[in-house]
């Protein structure tokens, strides 16, 4: 069961915002700490909740808290498991709140501050209860449960863990910062753990910025493991939490509104606030990002797969590229977000890419230098990322040669 007496958001040590639930909804305030170590209008928790004296009501509030929780049946489970309803945001917060997406922990306001930020702190897995939390994850979503208070967004089953100093896995309780997300294979979608890891691989030959990732085997479950790009582990086992919000959080959506067909956010919105908001170059990086989904015919790149990473510096940056996979192989040639109001995967040309780019405001000329220079390296990077992944569906290589070759025209 969880409590209801008001709960403490933290952010790098400092208590920053505290919500409660009035009349069944959550409602958002800054600290006066908060309100005195920052302007007003910083984005600190986020670009749609920017440091204000005034209370933010549920409208604001819930976007961003749901944007922590996981999605559909996962969300559902966890709901039952901690005796709160499946749509009370405050509830599954309160219970899950400890290690979130970014650097935020969101606890009962009378807990003490937290202050473990190791790994030394994991619950350490031996080889059978490691593979009892993969064989239970329908049942047992994130492995959250007990003294484990995670939150990761998302409708995939997921097991969060973190990697020890020594290279075993541990249980993050307590406070104990998660460095690394496990995704098993999906039974509608075989051979997806090659298959991401092979169009994550190839990015990174490509040159550009993508979470790191490796494939294992537990319980005889192929997952894809993903080290997270909002952890900096350091070599004495202490860990920095780094603040990030995806985009449907930066606007203020409903992960249910995450597609662009359904009212979420477009590119031509995202670049927007990249180019209000973020370091020069991140515009550029989302047009390779975009670029790369293209070429590996990823028709699932919404606005919850594209975050900000909002630096201890307080600079704002676009993330590491994360979640990419070929869907085309499956059948789904929609786009989650649209090119040029082309709505197809293998529907977008050159040409469309390019207009896209120019309709943010990037120079054309520019624009065609990156996309050369993507193109250039794709067969040695096809090559390379074949051999660090092993059984990589013959049908995915085809796809990608196929979208190299339309965008090559």
């Known amino acids: ?218 319980a005889n479950r192929k997952l894809i493991v993903v080290e997270r790009y909002d952890r900096v582990v350091h070599v004495d086992g202490s860990v920095d939490r780094v603040h990030q919000e995806d985009f449907c959080q930066a606007t203020g959506t409903r992960p249910s509104d995450k597609y662009q067909e359904d009212g979420g956010p477009s590119l031509s919105r995202i670049a927007g606030i990249l180019s209000d908001v973020a370091s020069v170059d991140s515009q550029e990086r989302l047009f390779q990002a975009v670029t790369l989904n293209v070429l590996v015919a990823n028709g699932d790149a919404h606005a919850k797969n594209f975050s900000l990473l909002h630096l201890p510096t307080g600079e704002l940056a676009l993330s590491p590229i994360y979640d990419v996979m070929c869907t085309l192989v499956y059948g789904d040639d929609r786009l989650a977000m649209y090119i040029d109001d082309v709505r197809r995967t293998d529907g977008v040309v050159r040409e469309r890419l390019l207009k896209e780019a120019a309709s943010w405001g990037l120079r054309r000329t520019r624009a065609q230098e990156m996309l050369d220079t993507l193109l250039a390296r794709a067969d040695d990077a096809l090559t390379a990322a074949a051999e660090e992944v092993p059984g990589v569906p013959g049908e995915v290589v085809d796809v990608i040669r196929s979208q190299l070759t339309r965008l090559s025209a």
């Not at 492995?143 to 997921?158: D, H, N, T, W, Y």
Request: include cysteine.
């Open 1 to 218: 069961m969880v409590r209801s007496g008001g709960l403490a958001v933290w952010l790098y040590g400092v208590h920053v915002a505290t919500i409660e639930r009035l009349r069944g909804r959550p409602r958002l305030t800054y600290t006066e700490d908060a309100r005195h170590r920052y302007q007003l209008g910083t984005p600190l928790l986020s670009l749609a909740l920017p440091v204000d004296t005034r209370p933010y009501p549920q409208g604001a509030t819930s976007p961003f808290l749901d944007g922590l929780l996981p999605e559909g049946e996962s969300r559902r489970r966890i709901a039952r498991d901690f005796g709160v309803a499946d749509v009370d945001t405050y509830g599954l917060i309160e219970a899950l709140g400890r290690d979130c997406a970014g650097a935020v922990v969101i606890q009962p306001i009378e807990d003490p501050a937290p202050t473990q930020h190791t790994t030394h702190t994991a619950e350490r897995l031996d080889g059978d209860h490691l593979e009892g939390l993969v064989l239970n994850l329908r049942e047992a979503p994130l492995g959250a449960g007990g003294r484990v208070r995670v939150s990761l967004a998302g409708v995939q089953e997921k097991l969060v863990l973190t990697k020890m100093t020594d290279g075993g896995w541990g249980r993050p309780v307590d406070h104990t910062p998660s460095t690394h997300i496990l995704k098993p294979e999906i039974a509608q979608y075989p051979n997806a753990v090659e298959n991401e890891a092979y169009c994550m691989r190839f990015a990174r030959h490509l040159g550009l910025d993508v979470a790191r990732v490796d494939t294992t085997e537990i």
